[in-house]
């Protein structure tokens, strides 16, 4: 069964084929969901309540762009939507404390695991790591960003330097 | 944006891009319990079910109807003659004055108390006659042929040898006559005068015994994901109320104090479940149609007792769970119609006492015991987490 006859049998709510959707998905879209819930409870609310929503509305998918890229989407924006309903955007700690001024060796990243890097991304507080996934991982613009999450542009630009910041200090720290 | 910026976020994405994390191996349940049931089931929709359901139901109790309307009440009489018999004895229907001339005929070369008997045989051979019983057996052999021999031509004729035979056949005749009555297949009155076409109707309702049971979260089908998310594993506790049944009978009345019923009866289920993350109520509705044998084993005044045993298939009609959440801040309630219930088989033994209120109306009383056969069905109920249940039957039923 390909991609395409996988999809037809969900919209047909053939349950072999769901299920066998859930087992082609859901190990990376924990990854994803992981990355913005920050631990596991949370991180599996989001994937069950994500893949309740693929199924219910897979009938609008229409081949238009990568059938992953929809399916992680739907997730992305669950998980912005549960972090946003339950008030968690909003960052109880400041990184003010942080020395921005320093200088920044961007080639550490590449002496990370991507396992080791998901840990520290869940140790940032909830509103930074939300605008590092969205401006790293996922792609958006600082625009986008602040309209999803109702902040302006520049605190966008702001949280994301501190978050960047903050990883390399950290990653500095994992190392010695 | 620096050169050095773009790398970063570059680095980031190689890295995550395709990362892959464990998931729990039981959240799929979870997650299935809660999606749309396959469209190609839920297309029949519920009235077209109950329509079908109660079509299967009319044809069924119309082909047992007829069935039943047209197997007669008594058998016809046994053959008399044997295949070695033909051509040599000759069936002679007994006129009651030849029989009564052959009769007094016998008796005029017997003493007193031979005459009594020979007279009393008359009566018992008469009653015989006007009152065959439902089957023949060897009792109503034996008087069938003792008329035959009473009423041969040229029979009056006769030996001592003859008188022995005579009279020794007439002492058969005269206990099996006796027996017959002592067994009650000569009622004093006609047993069927009053009942007609032996059909009867009714109307019952019943109860049966609640109770309860442990669950897991497959049992529960919410539209509120969190709930079942909240916790792991979570256990529910179902309490089932008692049954309420209620529905129509029809009783074909069969010879020897037997009977065959069945009916329509609906059924109604109620449920409270309850976890340390939720709790909710279930409503369950069953058309069943019941058939059962029914022997009356005792009549004393307008009293009767009989015993029944049989089955009832019980098809699935409609049901929904309301669930309440209390959880952390995440709380709500919805309602979740139940589908792809199995029809649920079930065998039931009862013991009932009627008491007729007036002719052939009587009220009636039945214990039961029943046992609910395993469907294999999702939906938990009273029947699956209690399958052998008592009950109490009460109903009042006419005859035509």
């Not at chain 1, 840990?119 to 625009?143: D, W």
Request: with cysteine; hydrophobic share 35%.
């Amino acid at each position: 069964m390909n991609e395409r006859e996988l999809i037809e049998a969900c919209k047909n709510n053939d349950p072999r084929a769901q299920k066998r959707l859930y087992e082609t998905f859901a190990r990376k879209m924990m990854s994803v969901c992981l990355r913005y819930a920050g631990n596991r409870e949370m991180a599996e609310d989001f994937l069950q309540e994500g893949f309740i929503k693929v199924f219910s509305s897979i009938q609008s998918y229409n081949y238009e762009g990568s059938f992953e890229g929809w399916i992680r989407r739907i997730f992305v924006n669950t998980a912005l939507e549960s972090l946003r309903k339950n008030d968690l955007l909003r960052n109880g700690v400041e990184l003010d404390t942080l020395d921005t001024q320093q200088e920044v060796d961007y080639s550490t990243i590449d002496r990370i695991s991507a396992d080791e890097l998901m840990e520290l991304i869940a140790q940032l507080p909830p509103g930074f790591r939300t605008v590092f996934n969205m401006f790293a991982v996922e792609g958006y613009s600082h625009k986008e960003i602040a309209q999803v999450l109702h902040i302006t542009e520049s605190t966008s630009r702001s949280q994301y330097t501190r978050a960047k910041r903050v990883l390399q200090k950290w990653i500095k720290e994992l190392e010695q | 944006m620096k050169i050095d910026d773009r790398y970063f976020e570059k680095s980031v994405q190689s890295k995550l891009a395709e990362h892959e994390t464990d998931v729990r191996s039981d959240l799929w349940a979870a997650i299935e319990s809660q999606l749309p049931v396959n469209t190609a089931i839920r297309k029949v929709p519920l009235y077209r079910r109950v329509i079908g359901y109660s079509a299967a139901a009319v044809t069924v109790g119309i082909v047992v109807a007829i069935v039943l309307w047209q197997t007669p009440d008594h058998q016809l009489p046994a053959p008399i003659i044997t295949e070695n018999d033909k051509g040599v004895l000759e069936i002679v229907q007994p006129q009651p004055a030849t029989f009564h001339t052959s009769t007094a005929s016998a008796a005029t070369s017997l003493d007193s108390r031979s005459v009594s008997v020979a007279a009393e045989s008359e009566t018992e051979v008469m009653a015989s006659f006007t009152n065959m019983p439902t089957t023949a057996t060897h009792e109503t052999e034996a008087v069938v042929s003792v008329a035959d021999h009473m009423s041969k031509p040229g029979h009056t004729a006769r030996t001592p040898q003859d008188e022995k035979t005579y009279r020794q056949k007439l002492d058969e005749f005269e206990h099996a006559g006796r027996n017959l009555k002592a067994k009650g297949k000569i009622p004093d009155a006609p047993e069927h005068s009053q009942k007609g076409a032996g059909i009867q109707l009714g109307m019952m309702a019943a109860n049966a015994s609640p109770g309860s049971s442990q669950n897991s979260a497959r049992a529960i089908r919410t539209k509120i994901p969190t709930m079942l998310a909240a916790q792991h594993n979570p256990v529910y506790h179902f309490d089932h109320s008692m049954p309420i049944s209620a529905g129509i009978t029809v009783t074909k009345t069969l010879p020897q104090n037997w009977a065959l019923e069945s009916g329509l009866v609906y059924t109604y289920l109620y449920s409270k479940y309850r976890s340390n993350n939720g709790n909710g109520s279930q409503e369950l509705h069953y058309l069943g149609i019941p058939l059962n044998a029914i022997y009356r084993f005792a009549r004393i005044k307008r009293f009767s007792f009989y015993a029944a045993a049989g089955g009832q298939v019980d098809f699935y009609l409609a049901g929904r769970q309301k669930d309440e959440g209390y959880d952390e801040g995440i709380s709500g309630s919805g309602y979740k119609e139940l589908k792809h219930e199995n029809v649920q088989f079930s065998i039931q033994a009862n013991l009932g006492a009627a008491f007729t209120l007036y002719k052939q109306t009587e009220l009636y009383l039945e214990p039961y015991m029943a046992y609910y056969i395993e469907n294999n069905s999702s939906i938990h109920n009273v029947w699956k987490d209690k399958p052998f249940n008592f009950g109490l039957t009460l109903g009042i039923r006419t005859g035509f």
